[in-house]
């Protein structure tokens, strides 16, 4: 019962009435390095994620999908601009509003290390219900176990986990405590293409079961065309806004620059030469 | 590859602060040891040729076997010499000067104000010279030696501490009362007394107040030789000089003589042997700041190398050889260790400056030299560079050897299993612990020993203690990792009840990396064992003392002497006098008692029964106390008993010998000299009376004031000058009326009174100690007063309460815990260091872990407290583990020495409880600094995938 107090608080908390809108960019611009070398990785973006959809952002490497994704969750901060996420103004949120936004309102997934090594599974599930002192709702969270098909594997420890199933493990950890939107950094990024299609299938079945609402950065078209919208970036700025694409129809989109599909190889000899 | 390492050692230099701070620390403590050793040697060496500064020694030939148990150093013993030698050796060609040095220990001065001089710990020495037996390193600034008995000169420090000047009237107090002196003159030494009050006095009465105390005046120890008064002899003549002195030396006299310089050299090794045990106890503060030193410097560089590692993968990849990226970590290592050792050499230089200033703001001025010799400076610097790259040299071999793929990804590679670790430790501090109790079960065994093999019982105690610290030590330092785990979940049970999350995340962070937490908390380990076993030992000594105190001791006062122990017998007189006191009972030595040939390990002393029913209560093994000594049987302590295999009811013979006065022959030598006096008298009174015969009334007059004189003369001549003296010894058999258990007395043999003035005589025997009941009903404190006021003319005599005893005892073991609590701090800010760099290095590796955490709304707050909660577990075990080992070695130690003074066990109980919450502390602030790092890393960076 706890769990559907919360929902419903949190509904009506709501400023603006449920416009179906959870959260928006508005003019939203962030610059990277200094004068001499400014590098603009968003260029006056104005977007809204709609509530109950799952969202991909996709675009080539360098185009601003990630920084998009990181201004939103409150984990950059843009150069100017605004981010409002359920009514809330991210953008000019201190460090412990910005704790309060991440226990109530968002969930994260990330491409690796999403798990605390030391905890177990079920222990890594539980763990921001348990941060946050929030009371567990044992009915859903068997649910969501049953869901991911973590049944038998919730005393194990990460690292004796498969990449698919860790990755299982953080859906579910990010959907246990129901946040007003999901964010996913490349949640497929590290995986097999079976282990990728049952992450991508859990995702879109929270979406379509339980209104959760998902944005998620990707460059996998595959991965893409699991979502009912998909944002295309590109130097900062939103080509495309595609509803309920199919997979040829992204593909379509990024004909002819398969160069710029990210892979591990190319980001790894950028960085050495960096360093 | 070297300019590389150079630049990023500029650019690492903040992490590198605590490295450099760890290396200065430890490399200090081993310079400072050294440098503090070398100052106290060259102060004795100083002091020893201003001091002894003679061209030849003259000794006894045959080296004694050391008796006493109590001396420490390798003092040799040689038999006594007859004092008449001087004479001899004085007419041989090339001497000057030849005399016995008397010297007074436990005399006082009075100063300007009539209060005495008093110093810190160094004693009061009033030694016999003058204008014939000079002293070549005294240089008078005023004044001259003392021509006589009234007469003293002082000694430029005891001038300044005193007050006094050249002409001024004062008072010394000997141990048989006070004198009205005038000071002759002052006078200065090369080297600084180290707070001692030097007072020269003339030779006959120094000579004279020595014989009063001791065994045999006749005899000396050592005859001082001057070959020139001025000048001091070379080497060369020196050995002339002593060759010349045995050539002339009868075989009989069994003397011998040695250089000044060999005497020093002698004399300077044993006094800096003594004081040598100062210098290992600094060192082992060295090794642990040291340990902990060269254990961040692996943590410092595996953050770097971590950090480094895809420049590494990049060098390595572009065709730099594996032993290239080491060098280039190992320059920065050499750097560390190179700054660090300098400043540690400075601090060490400056710690050793700042003691001996402190010193000598105490009153206690050295001239010893404190400046680190360049040898020190080498050590300090070789240990510093030494530890550093041991630290360094892991980290820099993973970063050279570590393929570019790996460099890539963070995984850390899991650690090598710890249960070895586990079984070896744990065996050796079973070891330990068994040793530990061989070691009691040894020192409790009465007579045969616990064993039936003779060698192992005749072991001596220290050594299985020794060990048995040792094995624990080094056992628990082992084991430690294998604990870690266990240590995590019962420590981190309360925190993660209280802190549900962040608890239980600590608790399990704890275990992560099992060595590098069993090292961390070993720093603060090895200190709190050394603390909390010393702790145990001083608070169970403070204990024992105010149990004796409280249970044993029922007199309302006790009295002693601060002046050689000597209480004046007037002084006993005029305490019965005092209004409301009811009894004194006073515990007289009997010097030069022996028992059937052998003397007692301590002494004799003639008492009252009233000690066994008014002051003490008698604790025996046999017979009873009260009734031996009425009844006029020999009290031996329970020592000598059992070391002579005595029993009630033996007879014993009692032999001692005395120097007395004999009166036959003194009346003799009076009467001869008034019949010479009355001869001379009688022959000037003949010439006078040929002379008024003659006419010369003039003439006659003048004779009859020379008689006046000569008689007057005669009159005032000191009757002591013709005090002739002749050796009595007595022999008595007594037998053994009780054994007396009471720690205080056994090591001694008691009489009673009447034995002891037919034993010994009455001129050696002193009173050394009394103790004062009170009327019933009187006031404590104004019977106090008045026995104060009724000795204070002694000057040198202290009244005690109750309570006032209690604390002289204990202030000495006070001083004691105060220095245990320096060297507390000190092992706690070690430990510090060594906390926060293990957390540094641990959230370093975790970033990501971090990251993710703070994500998913772990708030700030929480990720201190996780990272507060592990810090205090890794102290606690420390500290915990130090507490066990450290306690348990206080208990044996306790138990072992209970013969000798150690009677009651008392565990410092809160003390220890705030050495533990002191520990919680610690790991709290530890945590700070790492835990600000760990926040200060944006989310975004730890977590993007990019």
Request: charged share 20%; aromatic share 6%.
């Amino acid at each position: 019962m706890a769990r559907h107090t919360f929902h419903d608080t949190q509904h009506t908390t709501d400023k603006t009435p449920d416009d179906g809108i959870v959260a928006r960019a508005i003019d939203l611009t962030k610059v990277y390095g200094s004068k001499d070398n400014e590098v603009t990785a968003l260029n006056h973006v104005n977007v809204e994620f709609r509530r109950g959809e799952m969202t991909a952002i996709m675009g080539p490497s360098g185009s601003g999908k990630s920084t998009l994704m990181h201004c939103m969750a409150g984990l950059d901060t843009p150069s100017s601009g605004r981010v409002i996420v359920e009514g809330l103004e991210v953008s000019s949120m201190n460090q412990k509003q910005l704790t309060d936004l991440r226990r109530e309102q968002i969930g994260f997934i990330f491409q690796s290390f999403n798990l605390v090594p030391t905890l177990s599974a079920e222990e890594n599930i539980l763990l921001p219900l348990q941060i946050a002192k929030r009371p567990i709702d044992r009915d859903w969270f068997n649910q969501v176990v049953k869901v991911v098909g973590l049944e038998k594997r919730l005393s194990h420890r990460p690292s004796q986990l498969s990449g698919g199933q860790q990755q299982r493990v953080a859906c579910a950890r990010a959907i246990m405590a129901r946040p007003s939107v999901i964010f996913a950094d490349e949640p497929t990024g590290n995986l097999d293409s079976r282990s990728s299609r049952e992450v991508l299938s859990f995702l879109r079945d929270s979406v379509r079961d339980y209104g959760q609402s998902i944005v998620m950065v990707t460059h996998d078209p595959r991965a893409a065309s699991f979502a009912d919208r998909v944002l295309v970036l590109a130097d900062g700025n939103i080509t495309r806004d595609m509803q309920h694409p199919t997979y040829d129809e992204i593909l379509e989109v990024f004909a002819g620059n398969d160069d710029d599909a990210d892979n591990i190889d190319s980001v790894t000899a950028t960085e050495v030469a960096q360093a | 590859m070297i300019r590389i390492g150079l630049r990023d050692a500029r650019s690492h230099f903040g992490r590198f602060i605590m490295s450099i701070v760890a290396i200065a620390l430890g490399v200090s403590f081993v310079v400072g040891s050294f440098c503090f050793r070398e100052m106290l040697d060259n102060q004795v060496s100083q002091m020893m040729s201003t001091n002894a500064d003679h061209d030849v020694y003259v000794r006894g030939s045959q080296e004694k076997k050391n008796s006493s148990a109590m001396s420490m150093g390798s003092t040799k013993s040689y038999n006594t010499i007859d004092t008449d030698l001087a004479d001899d050796i004085a007419k041989i060609d090339g001497v000057s000067s030849a005399h016995v040095i008397y010297g007074l220990s436990g005399v006082v001065l009075l100063d300007k104000h009539g209060d005495a001089v008093t110093t810190v710990g160094s004693p009061t020495l009033a030694m016999g010279m003058g204008k014939s037996e000079p002293w070549r390193s005294a240089k008078f600034t005023a004044g001259t030696w003392p021509k006589n008995g009234d007469e003293i000169a002082l000694h430029s420090f005891a001038a300044e501490q005193s007050k006094l000047k050249v002409g001024d009237k004062t008072k010394i107090v000997y141990p048989d009362g006070a004198r009205d002196v005038t000071v002759s003159g002052i006078f200065t030494t090369d080297a600084s007394q180290a707070g001692a009050i030097i007072i020269a006095i003339d030779p006959a009465t120094a000579k004279e107040e020595t014989n009063q105390q001791s065994d045999d005046p006749d005899k000396a120890s050592l005859i001082s030789v001057y070959g020139n008064n001025t000048t001091p002899l070379t080497a060369e003549q020196q050995q002339q000089l002593s060759d010349r002195i045995n050539r002339k030396l009868p075989k009989s006299a069994k003397a011998h003589a040695i250089t000044g310089d060999a005497y020093r050299d002698e004399s300077t090794k044993s006094t800096q042997d003594a004081l040598g045990f100062v210098q290992p106890l600094i060192l082992i503060f060295a090794v642990i700041a040291l340990f902990v030193g060269s254990f961040i410097i692996a943590n410092t560089f595996s953050m770097i190398v971590r950090e480094s590692m895809r420049g590494y993968a990049l060098l390595r990849s572009i065709g730099a050889s594996p032993l290239q990226v080491f060098t280039t970590v190992i320059v920065q290592a050499v750097l560390l260790g190179l700054v660090g050792s300098a400043a540690g050499i400075a601090l060490g230089w400056g710690m050793v400056k700042l003691i001996a200033s402190g010193l000598s703001n105490m009153g206690m001025p050295l001239t010893g030299a404190t400046d680190p010799s360049v040898s020190d400076m080498l050590i300090g610097l070789l240990v510093g560079l030494v530890v550093t790259l041991i630290g360094a040299a892991l980290p820099a071999r993973n970063a050279a050897l570590a393929p570019p793929i790996q460099a890539m990804n963070e995984t850390v590679n899991p650690e090598k299993p710890v249960h070895m670790r586990g079984i070896i430790g744990t065996t050796m501090v079973a070891l330990g612990f068994l040793s530990w109790a061989f070691t009691y079960v040894l020192a409790s065994a009465d007579g045969n020993g616990p064993t039936p093999w003779k060698m192992i019982n005749d072991i001596a105690v220290g050594w299985p203690l020794g060990i048995g610290a040792a094995l624990a030590v080094i056992g628990v330092i082992v084991a430690g990792p294998a604990y870690v785990s266990t240590a995590g979940t019962i420590l981190g049970w309360l925190p993660s009840k209280i802190f549900t999350v962040t608890g239980r995340l600590a608790q399990r962070n704890i275990s992560r990396s099992k060595r590098r937490t069993s090292n961390t908390a070993a720093a603060l380990f090895v200190g709190v064992a050394i603390v909390s076993c010393l702790g145990v030992v001083a608070t169970s000594a403070k204990a024992s003392v105010n149990s004796l105190i409280d249970t044993g001791l029922k007199a309302d006062f006790a009295i002693s002497s601060a002046s050689g122990g000597r209480i004046p017998d007037q002084a006993i007189k005029d305490i019965e006098n005092v209004d409301g006191v009811k009894h004194v009972v006073s515990n007289r030595v009997v010097l030069g008692v022996k028992y059937d040939g052998k003397s007692v390990s301590g002494f004799t002393f003639a008492t009252q029964p009233e000690l066994f029913t008014k002051i003490f209560a008698a604790e025996t093994t046999e017979g009873d106390a009260v009734s031996a000594l009425k009844d006029g049987k020999l009290l031996v302590g329970k020592t000598i008993a059992d070391d002579r295999g005595w029993h009630v009811g033996q007879k014993v013979k009692v032999t001692a010998e005395n120097t007395v006065v004999d009166e036959q022959a003194t009346a003799k030598a009076q009467a001869d000299y008034q019949a010479k006096v009355k001869a001379h008298a009688q022959e000037l009174q003949t010439q006078a009376q040929q002379m008024a015969a003659s006419g010369d009334m003039a003439g006659a007059q003048a004779k009859a004031k020379e008689i006046e004189q000569y008689t007057d003369k005669a009159k005032n001549v000191d009757p002591k000058t013709l005090v002739k003296t002749k050796k009595v010894n007595t022999k008595k058999t007594l037998t053994i009326g009780a054994i007396v258990s009471n720690s205080v007395y056994r090591d001694f043999a008691i009489i009673n009174d009447d034995l002891a003035e037919q034993i010994g005589n009455k001129q050696t025997m002193f009173v050394m100690q009394a103790y004062v009941t009170d009327r019933r009903g009187s006031d404590t404190t104004q019977v106090k007063k008045a026995i104060k006021k009724a000795v204070k003319k002694y000057y040198t005599i202290s009244v005690f309460d109750r309570d006032e005893y209690k604390s002289t005892m204990s202030s000495m073991i006070n001083q004691m815990l105060m220095v245990l609590y320096a060297l507390l701090a000190l092992s706690i800010i070690i430990a510090i260091f060594g906390i926060v760099n293990t957390l540094a290095l641990s959230v370093s590796e975790r970033t990501k872990e971090i990251g993710l955490l703070r994500a998913i709304g772990t708030s700030r707050g929480q990720v201190r407290g996780m990272l507060g909660i592990e810090a205090a577990i890794i102290s606690v075990f420390g500290t915990v583990m130090g507490l066990v080992v450290g306690v348990s070695a206080g208990v044996v130690i306790r138990a072992v020495y209970a013969a000798k003074g150690l009677e009651t066990l008392a565990i410092p109980w809160q003390q220890l409880l705030v050495f533990l919450l002191l520990s919680i502390v610690v790991g709290l602030v530890s945590s700070i600094s790492p835990a600000s790092r760990a926040l200060k890393q944006p989310v975004l960076d730890a977590v993007a995938s990019e």
